[in-house]
């Protein structure tokens, strides 16, 4: 048999290996439950890595919250912005003082890698979220949503297709700017309409694709 070819290392790779390191020794992991939120020791900048779960990533004023992105495993943030975070599951995460990363980031380009790929991430998240909430209705938003969960499988959509969602019903609306019932509301109509049916918990069926296209192009936005 070939020798099995190795890709290059991934900032999980490293700090779940076997070697002591140098940037291993700099993380600590932590853990959280479900609703609580993170924050670095004694409100001290960290970087942070998600090593299981997930966080929900949102801004919070006058008692208002605004969810930007949701952060898996292997993405990286840190606290040193005005977004606050939330774990949603039970969630475990490499920390560090940033002061301590930034003395031996230089030596590990897989970890400047994963925190440009995480800013990336939320910056791109919240692009489309203004984009959804200033120029889409609440259909053209679900619409929206299904067409990326879609293109992350990485083919094309067509009837017949199976995509995973992402989220459930209440993550998602907080994601989309609305609100649980506006998001059951206009699925249940969507299903009626044909652009999908339900296949089971977390997936769905792809009918009339061109429908579902023109929810997200906002052509047709129905009475959502």
Do not use: K
Not at 41 to 66: K, M, S, Y
Not at 173 to 198: D, H, P, Y
Request: charged content about 20%; overall charge positive.
């Amino acid at each position: 048999m070939p020798p099995h070819v190795h890709g290059p290392a991934t900032i999980m790779d490293l700090l779940e290996g076997q070697a002591e390191t140098p940037l291993r020794a700099a993380f600590r992991l932590v853990a959280y439950d479900r609703g609580q939120l993170l924050a670095g020791p004694d409100d001290t900048d960290c970087i942070f890595i998600v090593r299981t779960g997930r966080l929900r990533a949102f801004l919070l004023a006058f008692d208002r919250e605004l969810s930007l992105a949701y952060l898996n495993r292997g993405d990286m943030f840190s606290t040193h912005t005005r977004l606050q975070m939330e774990a949603t599951t039970f969630t475990q995460l490499f920390m560090a003082r940033r002061s301590a990363i930034e003395r031996i980031a230089a030596a590990h380009p897989a970890l400047q890698h994963a925190l440009i790929h995480g800013l990336a991430r939320v910056l791109g998240q919240t692009i489309t979220l203004i984009e959804d909430l200033a120029f889409h209705h609440a259909r053209g938003r679900i619409a929206r949503y299904i067409l990326r969960c879609a293109a992350q499988g990485g083919a094309g959509l067509q009837r017949g297709q199976v995509v995973p969602l992402t989220l459930g019903m209440e993550e998602m609306a907080a994601l989309l700017g609305t609100t649980r019932q506006t998001v059951s509301t206009e699925f249940n109509a969507m299903i009626r309409e044909g652009a999908f049916s339900r296949e089971r918990r977390g997936y769905l069926r792809m009918g009339n694709v061109a429908l579902l296209r023109n929810w997200a192009s906002g052509a047709d936005t129905g009475t959502g």
